[in-house]
């Protein structure tokens, strides 16, 4: 997928052994393929490394997936009477707080794999500055560490190997979440959360009685896709098709629309 590194004489970054070398290459060499090169060249044991900017490899191919996947993740809590009997602002909230988690528990319900590659369009300077220390947030493109914090995700779901109402019950348990902050109606989201749980964990002792584990497992699997990226999701997946349309716009329409 990316390029093979090259050998460097110690484990430190490139930037630390040559403070003043890329500077001067900028400012020196017309040709821009050398510095890129230099750049390319980090061990693969090095930090920087996984902050390299990258973008589908198929995007036309895996944008299309990943918005029926999408859609079927709206028509799901559209479905849900306990979800369209809440307060439109607490709906709202919990789309905003909780799209990205059940899209995620999609594509590994529905076993979507993707591969990445470069981004075309990453300057020379901004693979600079993502070297400087900038947060995968401040950065703004998906990076290759925040790819694989999701295929990790994907991965502990696959192996866990999860039915059609584990699946379910484990959207549920996600979607009616609490700590979101301005509920109107907290202490019956908490309820609803507490019943998904609750069904879930019949399920499993129904289906894998000798697994007592299990449950444990599946919750620790949905806490881990809490942390994935909103903004890695949305420009990895959606940019390609809504430009500069928001997001949570869009989403809102769709849950909305009559």
């Known amino acids: 997928m990316f390029p093979p590194d090259e050998k460097i004489t110690n484990s430190t970054c490139y930037r630390d052994q040559h403070p003043h070398t890329i500077l001067y290459n900028i400012l020196s060499w017309r040709d821009s393929n050398y510095l890129n090169n230099k750049l390319n060249s980090m061990p693969h044991s090095c930090h920087c490394e996984h902050r390299r900017a990258v973008c589908l490899k198929e995007p036309e191919a895996t944008c299309q997936v990943a918005s029926n996947v999408l859609v079927k993740t709206i028509c799901f809590m559209r479905s849900l009477p306990s979800f369209s009997q809440l307060p439109s602002g607490d709906q709202t909230a919990l789309l905003k707080h909780c799209w990205v988690p059940l899209f995620v528990l999609g594509l590994a319900q529905e076993k979507i794999v993707f591969e990445v590659t470069d981004a075309p369009n990453s300057s020379i300077l901004r693979q600079i500055l993502l070297r400087q220390g900038l947060s995968e947030k401040e950065a703004d493109q998906p990076t290759l560490a925040g790819v694989h914090r999701l295929r990790t995700c994907l991965r502990q779901l696959w192996n866990l190997d999860l039915n059609l109402k584990e699946y379910a019950y484990l959207k549920g348990?996600?979607?009616?979440?609490?700590?979101?902050?301005?509920?109107?109606?907290?202490?019956?989201?908490?309820?609803?959360?507490?019943?998904?749980?609750?069904?879930?964990?019949?399920?499993?002792?129904?289906?894998?009685?000798?697994?007592?584990?299990?449950?444990?497992?599946?919750?620790?699997?949905?806490?881990?896709?809490?942390?994935?990226?909103?903004?890695?999701?949305?420009?990895?997946?959606?940019?390609?098709?809504?430009?500069?349309?928001s997001m949570i716009r869009l989403l809102t329409e769709m849950l909305f629309v009559q």
């Open 173 to 245: 348990a996600v979607l009616f979440n609490p700590v979101v902050q301005g509920l109107s109606a907290m202490l019956l989201i908490e309820g609803l959360q507490q019943e998904a749980q609750r069904a879930l964990h019949e399920v499993i002792c129904l289906l894998h009685p000798e697994d007592a584990s299990r449950f444990g497992h599946i919750l620790l699997a949905a806490s881990a896709i809490q942390n994935i990226n909103h903004s890695l999701v949305t420009e990895l997946f959606f940019k390609p098709i809504i430009g500069n349309t």
